[in-house]
């Protein structure tokens, strides 16, 4: 059996874990995955997060990636870092560099278990800050500024591609170089707020055959979390592990401990369990229902007759589920056009799932004062929160 | 970098390399270089785990139970790991 076909069929652990420490951020990103902003009451205590990493530990799970949110807003963050080390959990955290200062830098440079990734989402201000908020590239700069002063060896630049973006690949990599960094790209994904506008950020099927090509030609140089595996239809393969591993070799742990298949598909439809339950992490990943079915042999449905389906194997399940298209049918990104056809045909009456949790941050009422105090709704507030955040947030 | 012919004398895990058994065979990952292997088969994860204890890999392979006519792929193989630094000569400093 090939080592694909092995996978497919779920680890004893996961080897990619993706755990967002908080939903608390001080950006807002317009097509954060997470829909993150504010905090939730109900995120993981210290003691709760602790017990986590000792479960990882025994579960030899070798490194988790956390996130969130900002993951270093948390108070406890330093500390969770250090019971990680403790445990043998490497760690590789995303950030957007605010809190990266000269200190920081200096104490990150001391540890062998942990690895840093900056996020920035252009190569130039005006292109980063249309996406993440203004001055973020420069303090995403800043931040790799003092990990090279501190010695940090190699942290990540991770970028996710977009139509704006994706002209810049050779200067990202220029940028990644000039910090001693290694460049990360990853795929956007319509999850969380990016559903609000994957519609007019995705890449062109033209930008897609370029980045397709440039990756090919970068190698293992350029890290991708494999989730650039829908283009190896292309021909080609590309680096790494080409095939969707939700809930079979990847999956998320939430803020509040709640366990997905994978980092994007924040969704009921995906949710295995919490590990505030008895059986724990441990439990939900090795016997949950979900991940049990995820891990049975999947139809590739409409894809299964293409002569390119072991090369791409479908593609995305979170890209097909948060646009609407069929689990069993191609991406929406299919490098063969199928995916754009099916979006093309897409009615009124498909029903496109929305994020389950929102923490975007939405503006105080007070910018926008009643007419009259009557006229204020008292579910305004909550109305606002529970609905889809408003276009061009990241202000 | 170490090839096949240089698998001489006696080898170990590299001090900084975890293994995780699994139905296929096991994962290695490497704390220092972040690197993670697959071990293809539960027989080459007995051969890694049995390195320190042996004199050479042959011997290694064969008290794992690795019969003759495939002493070659698995010499491969651990050529692979050694070229990763997932495995170490025994002699050289942690």
Redesign the interface.
């Known amino acids: 059996m090939k080592l694909v076909e092995e996978f497919e069929l779920g680890l004893e652990a996961p080897i990619c874990i993706t755990w967002e420490l908080t939903y608390a951020c001080n950006l807002a990103c317009v097509h954060c995955l997470s829909s993150s902003g504010r905090r939730d009451p109900r995120e993981l205590t210290t003691a709760e997060a602790k017990g986590v990493i000792e479960e990882l530990e025994r579960m030899q799970v070798f490194y988790v990636n956390i996130g969130g949110g900002e993951p270093t807003v948390r108070k406890d963050f330093w500390e969770l870092l250090d019971h990680a080390a403790e445990h043998g959990v490497g760690v590789k955290f995303s950030t957007n560099g605010s809190r990266i200062d000269a200190a920081a830098a200096a104490r990150l440079a001391a540890s062998d278990y942990v690895d840093v990734q900056v996020s920035i989402d252009g190569a130039t201000a005006a292109v980063n800050d249309a996406v993440r908020g203004p001055g973020s590239f420069e303090t995403a700069l800043g931040a790799l500024e003092h990990l090279a002063a501190a010695g940090f060896q190699q942290p990540k630049i991770s970028v996710v591609v977009t139509r704006h973006n994706a002209g810049q690949l050779d200067e990202f990599k220029a940028i990644a170089d000039r910090y001693g960094a290694q460049l990360r790209i990853t795929r956007l994904r319509p999850s969380g707020r990016g559903a609000d506008v994957w519609d007019e950020l995705h890449p062109s099927a033209d930008q897609q055959r370029s980045l397709y090509t440039w990756l090919l030609e970068h190698g293992e140089e350029v890290l991708t979390g494999d989730s650039f595996f829908h283009l190896s239809a292309y021909g080609e393969a590309l680096p790494g592990l080409n095939l969707c591993g939700a809930g079979r070799v990847v999956c998320l742990i939430d803020p509040v401990g709640d366990v997905y298949a994978c980092p994007f598909a924040i969704h009921d439809e995906f949710l295995a369990g919490n590990v505030r339950e008895p059986r724990g992490f441990e439990g939900v990943w090795r016997d949950s229902e979900l991940f049990t079915e995820l891990r049975r042999p999947q139809s590739g449905g409409a894809c299964e007759s293409c002569g390119h389906y072991d090369a791409c194997r479908g593609g995305c399940m979170a890209a097909k589920f948060f646009t609407g298209l069929p689990l069993d049918g191609p991406d929406p990104e299919c490098a063969l056009g199928h995916g754009e056809a099916l979006l093309a045909a897409r009615g009124a009456d498909t029903a496109i799932p929305a994020p389950a949790v929102d923490h975007s941050r939405v503006k105080p009422a007070r910018l926008r004062p009643p007419a009259k105090v009557c006229d204020e709704n008292p579910l305004a507030d909550f109305l606002a929160v529970a609905g889809p955040a408003p276009r061009g947030a990241a202000a | 970098m170490s090839t096949e012919d240089s698998l001489d004398g006696r080898w170990r895990l590299h001090p900084q390399v ?1 293994l ?5 065979g096991a ?1 290695a ?1 490497h ?2 270089s ?1 690197r ?1 292997s ?1 071990l ?1 088969s539960r027989r080459l994860l007995e051969v890694v785990e049995g390195l320190e204890a042996a004199p050479d890999v042959s011997a290694a392979c064969r008290a794992a139970g690795v019969p003759e006519a495939e002493l070659p792929s698995y010499r491969r193989a651990l050529a692979t790991l050694a070229e990763t630094d997932m495995i170490v000569p025994a002699e050289a400093p942690a």
């Open positions: 975890a995780r058994p699994e139905r296929f994962l990952y704390f220092g972040r993670l697959f293809k």
